[in-house]
């Protein structure tokens, strides 16, 4: 279904709810492994992307239409990962090797998430990142998504989210082969 069309659903209140389950079925998945890829957890990952939606249904009415409704997604769900990982380390006053420590154990004890060894390694090497240079990475490696197109998302410019990437890729080659 067209954005415009979906738009029109949404915005009219006797088929706002059907707008609305059209849209969670249309993006869901893909919100769900955006988020899942930063919090790592599953359960968090789940619940995250609920607040996400509810928050997507409560304001779609601000949506000016000036993006694409992907980009408009994707920009609430990166924005809430972004505030949950830093509410994460300010609640358990954790310095932020501990808070790896903990996702890293999460990487290695969760059933769902299958991988050889150096998935294992590169997952641990990500969760080495600062948060905005994960966040870069999983968009531009594991998305494909274009620069400009991350560009509209965390509202950062083309040249800050290529040396971003760059950095990271480096960060995560020194990861790897040394350790």
Not at 148 to 162: H, P, R, Y
């Amino acid at each position: 279904m067209e954005d415009k069309e979906l738009l029109s659903k949404l915005r009219n209140p006797e088929t706002r709810n059907y707008g609305f389950n059209l849209l969670v079925r249309e993006y869901q998945k893909r919100v769900y492994w955006h988020v899942r890829k930063m919090v790592v957890d599953h359960d968090d990952a789940d619940d995250l992307t609920q607040e996400i939606f509810i928050k997507i249904h409560r304001h779609i009415d601000r949506f000016r239409e000036d993006a694409q409704l992907f980009t408009w997604i994707y920009r609430i769900a990166t924005n809430e990962c972004l505030s949950f990982l830093q509410r994460k380390k300010r609640r358990f006053f954790l310095p932020i090797g501990d808070v790896e420590a903990e996702l890293s154990d999460k990487l290695q004890n969760t059933p769902g998430l299958s991988g050889d060894e150096i998935q294992l390694k590169l997952q641990k090497a990500l969760l080495k990142l600062p948060d905005k240079q994960r966040l870069v990475f999983n968009m531009k490696y594991f998305d494909d998504m274009p620069y400009e197109q991350i560009s509209e998302i965390t509202d950062t410019s083309v040249g800050a989210l290529k040396a971003s990437y760059h950095h990271a890729v480096k960060k995560i080659e020194d990861f790897l082969t040394n350790d």
